[in-house]
C-alpha cells in the first residue's frame, strides 16, 4: 500500500557531502513514521535517523552532528542531508516507513519497519 524510492546516492570522497531522497506514493496517509536505515557491504542494516509526523527527530549516535533528516509533507519526500562523510559510512541507503507513531527512536529494529525501498548506495573513497 506504500511505495518508497530513494535516490541521491553516489561517490563522494572523504569529508564531502551527499542529500539522499525518500519519495513516497500510495496510501501515504498510513505512514506515521520515516526512517533511514543503511547496510554496510557483509553486515546487517542499521539505525541511521527517524522523523515521525509530528517532527520527531533521532538520530544513531554515529552520525549525530553530521546527517540531517527532514521531510516536505507537500511532496511526501523525506531527505537525509549527509556531510562530513566518512569511508565507514559507505553502505547501501534504505528509507523505511512505518505506521507505528512510535518506531522513531534509535532502539528501532529494522525488521520493524513496514514498508522499505529499494536503497540507494553512497560509496564514500578517495
Known amino acids: 500500500q506504500v511505495h518508497l524510492v530513494e535516490s541521491g546516492g553516489g561517490l563522494v570522497q572523504p569529508g564531502g557531502s551527499l542529500r539522499l531522497s525518500c519519495a513516497a506514493s500510495?496510501?501515504?496517509?498510513?505512514?506515521?513514521?520515516m526512517t533511514w536505515y543503511r547496510q554496510p557491504p557483509g553486515k546487517q542494516r542499521e539505525y541511521v535517523a527517524a522523523i515521525t509526523l509530528d517532527d520527531r527527530i533521532n538520530y544513531a549516535d554515529s552520525v549525530k552532528g553530521r546527517f540531517t533528516i527532514s521531510r516536505d509533507n507537500t511532496k511526501n519526500t523525506v531527505y537525509l542531508q549527509m556531510d562530513s562523510l566518512k569511508p565507514d559510512d559507505t553502505a547501501v541507503y534504505y528509507c523505511?516507513?512505518?505506521?507505528?507513531?512510535?518506531?522513531?527512536?534509535?532502539?528501532?529494529?529494522?525488521?520493524?519497519?513496514?514498508?522499505w525501498g529499494e536503497g540507494t548506495l553512497v560509496t564514500v573513497s578517495s
Open positions: 500510495g496510501s501515504v496517509f498510513l505512514i506515521q513514521t
Open positions: 523505511g516507513a512505518d505506521t507505528d507513531y512510535n518506531h522513531y527512536d534509535p532502539g528501532t529494529r529494522a525488521g520493524d519497519m513496514k514498508y
